[in-house]
């Protein structure tokens, strides 16, 4: 049973480009979260996906969007690239309605922007 | 708003040592609290949760009690061992899926 992979695992940005983010979540999820975690620090909540629509959004700018596509997979896509975007991005999944908050993340895609 | 705040790390302890790491909560509400881990190379797992005051999660030989009237949600393992060295999230929700964590703490275990 497949976890939650991300791609691309590295990747190094200049500033003012755009980066897309891929997330495809475990087997038999359908709601996808993503997570920025700066070095050092804790993971911050940037948005969640279910049903193909941004649900709930944490307190990012408007350059951070996303989608979600049928299949549940979902892109995060970060325009005008910031040196302070730098950071390990986190994708986690979840079955909607549990609320147990038991999140089933995977291993993140670092952007370093330069 | 919402956060936790948890004991800055590292946190450096010796094989069969008592382990704790202290967690703390502000919310508005009651919310449901969790442990997290990350192992090095690894995504973040949930290590035990706790949804309502006097509950206490436990996994692992790791255990933590939701404590309402302290707002705390401590960790605590008995005997520590090389393979628990990774970082340690404190984590709260109050509404949907959407996770608060704090910032973190590293343990490490020397044999």
Request: aromatic share 12%.
């Amino acid at each position: 049973d497949a976890g939650v992979t991300q791609s691309p695992t590295h990747l190094i940005k200049t500033r003012g480009q755009q980066v897309t983010l891929r997330c495809s979540p475990k087997s038999g999820h359908d709601t996808v979260s993503w997570y920025q975690q700066a070095l050092g620090q804790g993971p911050q909540f940037i948005f969640q996906y279910y049903e193909e629509e941004e649900r709930q959004r944490g307190n990012f700018p408007d350059r951070f969007s996303g989608h979600q596509f049928p299949n549940y997979s979902s892109e995060l896509n970060v325009n005008a690239l910031l040196l302070g975007d730098s950071a390990l991005y986190l994708c986690a999944s979840s079955i909607p309605g549990q609320g147990t908050g038991e999140l089933f993340f995977g291993e993140g895609s670092r952007l370093t922007v330069l | 708003g919402d956060s936790v705040t948890q004991m800055e790390g590292p946190v450096t302890l010796s094989e069969e040592a008592f382990l704790t790491i202290n967690c703390t909560y502000t919310a508005t509400g009651y919310p449901s609290l969790f442990w997290y881990v990350q192992y090095p190379g690894e995504g973040l797992q949930l290590l035990l949760k706790a949804t309502k005051a006097d509950d206490k999660g436990s996994n692992k030989g790791f255990e933590a009690t939701y404590r309402k009237e302290t707002t705390s949600f401590h960790l605590e393992k008995g005997s520590v061992q090389v393979s628990d060295s990774a970082v340690y999230f404190c984590a709260l929700i109050l509404y949907g899926n959407k996770l608060v964590f704090g910032a973190g703490t590293i343990l490490r275990v020397k044999s």
